[in-house]
């Protein structure tokens, strides 16, 4: 009897590619063949050196749930000896400095908000954690309890094991030479000569990703880097200590303020380095071994240790750990691993070529719980974790050119331990996507920060010249030194001045695509939440959902004509999921073909939005945009100044007036018209700091930050975008009546009592006085303003906020049990003090929407 599931190629026997595997073998997949170039037992990529680290804090809820299943999975996985494939020694991350110290707190946070045990620690316990540490230079640690180190080879072994059982066959020593992609979906593998028919493959190749990438037409930005890892000689107090040769019973050791990290080797100590300069490897000039000849000691990832490039890294190491001074580096390598541009990992299926998917630049801290969630993908269409920060699509094709791929990955690893502010730009490349606006920008003052390559005004300093007139109402507070990083006061004059005049926002790195053909209503229909078989004129805010009726993006379409619709979307994950929906639909039924395009780099928008934003329109355009000539939600073709434009009656910053698009070329003078006509009216410049304020007052969500995949829209507060009158099916629809009655959590709006307190976003929530996970209140100080943030499990976390200058407080969204009401308390951890605030009613500004109707 023939296997009913599809024929999958997984490429690649590390980590990943095995559990892979064993993960789709599980759900019933078991039709896989795992092809691997070298010896299944030594792969001799990253997974064969890798030290083993596996740590939990991370800032994305993503990753820390793929290292947690991780450690579950490997401390599952038993050898003959009966011992797992993780040693749970704990995780200390010490802290030299009192900045690392400061932030070794917040950094508990992202613990705490993801439901993972952590404790800032002084310097007697860390100590006590790991006592060849000089006291003389650690200030105190960040401790994970559940970390540890992952006996990788072992654990890969064993799920190789269980998934050749179930029925997945495994081949090793053998090159994969070509993939056939013809008519944009893979059906077969080669070998040489040889053809593997596949309805799925999957590129686990760890850094030789982008080789099997460009066999399915697909980049695969990732960057291979060596990486410094060395042992000493015995080391006399770890003598007898440890059972196994390279065991541990210490916690590893991550010191973060000299880019190095220590686990204990047996008898020895293993250090690893991100000190060094970076070291791209030209995958051609990698030793060419045969399978017979890798070893532990010879392996195609592993490569000549360079000594020169330690010298530095083993003195400090001889500093933080003293006894180390009686013991010298026995071996080094330089071993390759993965970085890429965004230092992310890259997982999902091709915008190009259906059936070609990829999980690669994974690292062994979250390899299971990756594999997991890609099965998942290729099992169901969806995966229960959220994959959007992950998504191989995310990237604009500017930054998978090989060029910039190798600087800012080389960047990253530069950066890899450094301490980032969440608004820190990029350094370089800087200036890669400017708006035609860019030079009347910079003759405003304006402060420029990068996201997906787009240089992006925070804020004008030109506007400096009016917080003399400020009302002292809108004036924002003294923030504390983090907060106060890449902001500026300046952005409540343009808060006040949206509110109360008239402001012109660059809306131009808003993603767009024109979705076009006699299907193109049809084909959106059947992907969103609302109605798309509506005459030209209509715009709607809707949703993409998955099948599980979880939310993959929110987006914007417009009606411009019977087969012409615009999309306003949040990145090219939803230009290849809809491109993707189109090339089916196509082949379907040629009659009703879909052609997607991305408009981005053609077109550019300026929100212009405020009370007077009429009056400045109507200066230089004869168009009725009075509420009769173009209602909330809708869309017309208009001219301002002889330039076509078209005009979207909608706003995000909750104030009357339009999104006006027109081409690249002419975008130079749509601004200069708009700003000349709208002096008489005090028109400004305004930026991002202010635009997220206004949002936040008025209560619209952002994906992946307020919303994920892993939320139904009733939680999210965004059930009036599932349009009742729809009875037509959409992708997700029979999904939701279930998953909203198990939903146990809810967006809530929260502001913050202390009119100077702050938050950012990801800090972690504790419920006060209810009965909760969490331990309500604990640590609090006399007033219940703040203190240590003490022990106790987090009942929710912070998504986006801001200080909201319309309203004078700061807000703060937050994922919290859905049994909370309004007028509750609870209590936001922010490096470790507790803040208190409010359940609030929301939207905090105009909930009669009498501002966007005009």
Known sequence: MSNPSPRVVIIGAGIVGANLADELARLGWTNTLVIEQGPLTIPGGSTSHAPGLVFSSNPSKSMTEFAQYTIEKLTSLTGPDGRGSFLPVGGLEIATTPERLHDLERRAG??????????????????????????DKVLGGLFTPGDGLALAAQGTQLVIERARAAGVEFRDRTVVTGIDHTGGKVSAVYAGDERIPADIVVSCAGFWGPTIGAMADTPIPLLPLAHQFAWSTEVPSLAGKNELPKGASAPILRYQDEDLYYREWGERIGIGSYAHRPMPVDLDTLPRYSPDEITDERMPSSLTFTPEDFEREWSISQEILPELAQTQIQRGFNGIFSFTPDGGSLVGQSRNVDGFYVAEAVWVTHGAGVAKAVAELIAHGHSETDLSGLDLNRFEDIQTTPEYVSETSQQNFREIYDILHPLQPRISPRDVRLSPFNEQQRRLGAFFLEASGWERPHWYEANAALLGDLPEEWRAPERDDWANEFHSPIAAVEAWKTRTNVAMYDMTALKRFEVKGPGAGKLLHGLTTSSMLRKPGAVSYTLLLDEAGGITSDITVAILDEETYQVGANSNIDLAAITRAAREQTAADPSQWVSVRDMTPGTCCIGLWGPRARDVIAAVSDDD?????????????????????TAMRLSYVGELGWELYTSADLGHRL????????????????????????????????????????????????????????????????ALADRASQATKKLTCLTLDVPTDIVLGKEPVYVVGGASAGVSGAGAGADGASGSAGAGRADGYVTSAAYGYTIGKAIAYAWLPDSLSVGDKVEIEYFGKRLPATVTAEPLYDPEMTRLRG
């Not at 045990?117 to 310097?123: F, L, S």
């Open 110 to 135: 992202w613990n705490r908000s993801w439901g993972v045990d952590a404790e800032v620690v002084d310097t007697e316990e860390a100590l006590r954690l790991f006592p060849m540490l000089n006291p």
């Open 625 to 645: 945009l009075s509420d009769e000539g173009l209602k909330y939600f809708r869309t017309k073709h208009i001219t301002i100044a002889g330039v076509p434009v």
């Open 671 to 734: 601004w200069d018209v708009l700003w000349e006509a709208g002096q008489e009216f005090g028109i400004i410049a305004a930026g991002r700091e202010a635009f997220n304020s206004l949002r936040l007052e008025k209560g619209f969500r952002s994906f992946g930050t307020d919303m994920t995949s892993e939320h139904e829209p009733e939680q999210a507060g965004l059930g009036f975008a599932v349009k009742a009158s729809k009875t037509d099916d959409f992708v997700g629809k029979t």
